[in-house]
């Protein structure tokens, strides 16, 4: 990439971890084999195998989902001050062990250590301590007397591996449930560094179950019988299947799915800092983000300016080595996502719109994709309508704050949204009539434990953090 500046490298050492040559599952406080074919898990930006993982068959996972029963008796009679206890004691853990679990996360995931330093780990960190703070006040939530559900099945995705078990297992802990949770295929490690972080908290075996596998595995947790309470974050594709598999029993469900969202820059926004906005709005974790900016809305009138600024500030971008600290895009998860996005913007570039990367070397092995961006989008292109998940931004104009409304929830999604503008009433009035889960102003891609995250429309169901994310795990 065009160099502004000359770096020296500057990896992050792998010697923090030990990644041990292969993982069984955790189960009722053990790790033990797994019954299924084992699978290679790898990072991204060398192709290199990492570790060899178990697979859980469906014997497996009723292993472990009677050990999660046994253990509910436990748990769930425990003072909330006693569980509290275990989920302090976990949080300082994650502390302790941070740069460690960063260090395997950016091997696993290839996203920059800068973030899963920075970013991810220190989130995970939050959750815990902030629904270890809730664990004695529940009665205090307004969900009446609090109940716990039971037996949480909870399936997670690939691109926040530790920070979407901590979204799931924290809340569940909290309520007095216990979980059996499935990581995604690519990035087990790190949700096996946990199961041993919870050893080391001494939590009562069974209470954290860790089941690794693929899809079929997945379907396995979410079909068990003797699982009450089903959380899903990953594709809308399979939230629907899940979603079938769950009606008619009396699971309680929540699925956080895709999006594709909005992110509004009017004519009176400071356009440097709307550039940042966009720029971690879609560039931030390689765009394998399900709130990510992907659809800029720029007001006709500032449209040359801000893409302009905006290309300058691409050509900044750093691309390569995760484990650099100065590394702004990292790889590209699998070899599937890659395909992907490559045919996506393919067919961006097809079907008439103007494809844009700033200079920029890709590595020989690995995954890798150049930040894009796509101008002359039309409202009926692909791109504009599906999920991408990668470093590609499609850029559309509006002339009037209603022109943008119009255009933001012109999308089957309602995730979230970003406006860029100076002046309060406005962000009032767009906030009103955007249907999104959360609606960010004059910032982007901000998370915080204390507030609630979820979806509209095919972006999913029930709410995650917060206050809200409590109602998810008790019998409200
Ligand atoms: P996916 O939805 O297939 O995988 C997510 C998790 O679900 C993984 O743990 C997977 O093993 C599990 N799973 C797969 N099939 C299952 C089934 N039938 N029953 C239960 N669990 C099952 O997502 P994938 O294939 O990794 O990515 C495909 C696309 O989905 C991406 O390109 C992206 O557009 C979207 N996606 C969205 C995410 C989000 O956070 N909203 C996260 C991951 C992917
Ligand atoms: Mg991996």
Not at 101 to 119: F, H, M, Q, T, Y
Not at 233 to 253: C, N, P, Y
Not at 370 to 385: C, E, L, N
Not at 452 to 463: M, T
Request: proline content about 6%; hydrophobic content about 45%.
């Amino acid at each position: 990439m065009m160099a502004i500046f000359e770096y020296a490298p500057a990896p992050e050492s792998r010697d923090v971890v030990d990644i041990r040559p292969s993982y069984g599952l955790f189960v009722n406080g053990e790790f033990v084999d797994g019954s299924g074919t084992p699978f290679k898990t790898v990072n991204p930006a060398t192709e290199e195998t990492l570790a060899e993982v178990a697979t859980a068959s469906s014997d497996d996972v009723d292993r472990a989902v009677q050990a999660a029963r046994k253990a509910f008796g436990v748990w769930s009679a425990l003072p909330g001050a006693e569980r509290a206890k275990y989920l302090f004691r976990i949080a300082r853990i994650i502390q302790e062990r941070a740069r460690e679990l960063a260090v395997l996360e950016s091997l696993d995931n290839g996203k920059p250590i800068r973030e899963s330093r920075d970013v991810d780990v220190p989130l995970v960190a939050a959750h815990f301590f902030y629904y270890a703070g809730w664990a004695d006040k529940l009665a205090y939530a307004g969900f009446g007397e609090p109940r716990p559900l039971g037996v949480a099945g909870q399936v997670i995705p690939w691109n926040f591996p530790l920070l979407m078990l901590a979204w799931k297992i924290a809340p569940a802990l909290a309520c007095g449930n216990t979980v059996v949770l499935k990581p995604a295929e690519t990035t087990p490690l790190t949700a096996l560094v946990f199961a041993d972080i919870c050893r080391q908290a001494e939590l009562p075996p069974g209470v954290v179950n860790i089941v690794t596998g693929a899809g079929e595995t997945g379907a396995a947790v979410v079909g068990h019988p003797d699982v009450d309470k089903v959380a899903f974050t990953g594709s809308t594709e399979v939230g629907r299947i899940i979603a079938r598999a769950v009606a008619g029993t009396d699971k309680k469900l929540t699925l956080e799915l895709g999006g594709k969202a909005a992110n509004i820059v009017f004519e009176d926004a400071a356009v440097d800092q709307a550039v940042e906005g966009i720029v971690n709005g879609i560039f931030f974790n390689q765009g394998h983000v399900c709130c990510a900016g992907s659809r800029l809305l720029v007001q006709e009138s500032v449209q040359e300016e801000v893409l302009e600024s905006l290309r300058r500030r691409l050509s900044t971008l750093r691309l390569g080595d995760p484990l650099d600290k100065n590394t702004d895009i990292g790889a590209i998860n699998s070899a599937e996502q890659l395909a992907k996005i490559r045919s996506l913007s393919d067919l961006g570039e097809s079907e008439g719109a103007q494809r844009w990367s700033p200079a920029c070397e890709l590595p020989d092995k690995g995954f890798w994709f150049p930040p894009t961006v796509f101008t002359g989008v039309a409202q009926s292109h692909s791109i504009a309508r599906a999920e991408i998940f990668g470093p590609v931004l499609s850029v559309l104009t509006f002339r009037t704050p209603a022109e943008a409304v119009e255009k933001a929830n012109n999308t089957p999604y309602g995730l979230s949204a970003g406006i860029w503008t100076e002046k309060g009433s406005r962000i009032l009035w767009m906030a009103d009539r955007l249907r999104a889960g959360v609606v960010w102003a004059n910032t982007f891609n901000k998370f915080d434990p204390a507030s609630p995250f979820g979806g509209y429309k095919e972006s999913g169901y029930g709410r995650e953090g917060g206050l809200h994310g409590l109602e998810a795990y008790l019998d409200v």
